[in-house]
């Protein structure tokens, strides 16, 4: 099968966000995925990041907010929103934000934000998970949200949500490169001034080496996972691969694991009617009971409690 040839969408300077050839096909992707590729001159940009990232979309969809918005977020996936009228407010650590009309923010997993809105408004959000983006990474270097401002050049995909599995799958890829671009944006938005070019040199070269092990995870997170075996995804030793997991990634090889599982369990406690014991088996956690105490620990609520918080626009 040919490759699609497409359009290549918009990112900041310094970033490309390009079409990739997956190859292959699941219930959650389609044929194609968006990766960022991060394009930095030796020693300009000192925040490490990953040399390619995939964006997977969880949920992108427009509801209309009222009175009734009102949460705590803090959730392992990202946000973009929209509004299309005046009248929400996120409210952080260093205040309030209000959400202009038309204004595009984006808030990083693992933030602390509390939801206000007066009166009814149109809102437009994406839901994503960057693949490859370790969480330890993000709460060390995405504190808070950043305000885009408008992005004319996403305007006509928004305009069009909601966007599922049923959409047109150039619609999805879309959707996939604005949640990449997205990305990029913040990226390039956060301080410059985090860790030496030396540094990232350095856990740039420790990612590559344990990718094969990143990816065996974010595709068997059904099965076991014990560190031999991702130990032998990378072609290393037990004792290595684990300390070059904590250096590139910031934490041991099981707790990366419990992220990641705990993270596709939101957005299916979200997004679907599972049963939870179904979904703490479909994410290879024995039994309800573990799942739920992994789950309390990591996002501070039980799953049920997580599900009623996140059905309605959040």
Known sequence: MAEPQLEQPLAPPGMSVCWDWGGGHNRNFIYLRTVVRCRFAPGLYP????????????????????QRWRYSLYDPFWRLYRNRDG???????????PMEPGDCLVLPAWSR???????AVRHDFFHFDPIGLPGS?????????VRLGRCPEWDPLIDQLPIDDRSDWQLQLRAQAVACAALAAYVMSISETQQSASADDARSGDRDLIMPAVSWIESH???????????????????????????????????????????????????TDRPI???????????????????RRILGLAPASYRRQGRFGR
């Open 277 to 295: 014991d179904e979904i703490a088996t479909a994410i290879g956690f024995a039994n309800r009971y573990h799942f739920s105490r992994v789950f």
């Open 221 to 271: 997170l059904r099965d076991p996972l014990p560190v031999d075996l991702l130990a032998d995804r990378c072609g290393m030793h037990r004792d290595r691969f684990t300390r070059t997991f904590m250096r590139a990634i910031g934490s041991p090889p099981a707790r990366h694991v419990a992220e990641r599982r705990i993270a596709a369990a939101a957005h299916l406690l979200i997004s």
């Open 87 to 97: 009248g929400g407010v996120l409210i952080g650590e260093d205040g309030e934000v």
């Open 47 to 66: 925040i490490t990041v990953p040399r390619v990232l995939h964006c997977r979309l969880l949920s992108v969809q427009t509801v209309v907010i009222d």
């Open 113 to 119: 934000y509390r939801t206000r809105c007066n009166g």
């Open 137 to 145: 990474w993000v709460r060390a270097h995405c504190l808070r949200l």
